[in-house]
């Protein structure tokens, strides 16, 4: 495999943003924008050919979609209590609206504000956890049956004990899950029934930075997303709205 510095990395970027519209090379595979990238440069997928590639990859994304990226799965601590499926789900799970006699908990919750029915995170920084938070005050009105279950089940007390997740295994989860990366962004557009990209976006993030990882969490950029019912707990995600991957590097430049 040919090894290549990053600014010869850089150069072929730059010709490629100057290609304009590009056919997806992978008509039908949900990652064909990536794979579309990866084939003009030459490189192998998710195999990035330069010095110390250990620590960088490559990152696509297109401009034209509002969906959540998954940024890594991580169950709450204390995880021998395994809170979702042993407190979450029992204690504050709802009918599960398409499997009879089973329970749901299903929510995305972040720092900004409280969901409808009363979840939200909180970055205590004294204890160096990012905590999960129930506020019965601030349930809506549509959950009022609901609201009345939690109060025979549980009472309505803020949640005890509290899942949470601390900074520094947070910080080594991401920071082996958030590389220094090439991040490029890409329009879309449709003609005659084939799919075309344009590359018009390249940035070099550096750094993964605890700190704004947090903040992003407080704005509503990183959101925590539960999905779990009674039979299977698919996991807890941290997940990050599209365009704010660059607010969680200390380091971003952009390549004009």
């Known amino acids: 495999m040919e090894l290549i510095s990053k600014e010869v990395l850089i150069r072929r970027l730059k010709n490629i943003r100057k290609m304009g519209w590009i056919p997806n090379a992978r008509p039908g595979n949900v990652g064909g924008i990536g794979n579309t990238l990866e084939d003009l440069l030459g490189i192998e997928e998710n195999n990035l050919p330069i010095p110390n590639a250990a620590e960088w990859e490559l990152k696509c994304q297109r401009l034209d979609t509002s ?17 979702v499926p042993k407190m979450m789900l029992p204690l504050y799970g ?6 009879p006699n089973e329970k749901s908990f299903r929510q995305t919750i972040n720092g900004l504000s409280r969901t409808d029915r009363g979840f939200k995170v909180v970055i205590d920084r004294d204890s160096r956890k990012v905590l999960v938070s129930f506020d019965a005050s601030t349930v809506g009105k549509k959950h009022s049956e609901w609201l ?7 009472g309505l007390k803020e949640l005890d004990p509290q899942p949470y997740w601390g900074f520094d295994d947070l910080f080594h989860k991401a920071g082996t899950k958030l590389l220094n990366c090439f991040y490029i962004r890409a329009e879309v557009k449709h003609e005659n029934e084939r799919e075309y990209f344009r590359y018009t976006e390249i940035m070099i993030l550096r ?50």
């Open 67 to 83: 969906s959540l990226t998954t940024l890594f799965h991580m169950e709450p601590s204390p995880r021998a209590i395994r809170f």
């Open 207 to 256: 750094k993964f930075s605890l700190n704004n990882f947090l903040r992003s969490i407080e704005r509503g950029f990183v959101l925590i997303d539960f999905d779990a019912r009674t039979k299977h707990n698919h996991g807890t995600k941290f997940r990050l709205k599209q365009d704010m991957l660059p607010t969680l590097y200390g380091d971003v430049k952009r390549i004009d």
């Open 148 to 154: 009345k279950s939690i109060k025979s089940r549980v």
């Open 94 to 99: 709802w009918k599960h609206k398409d499997i």
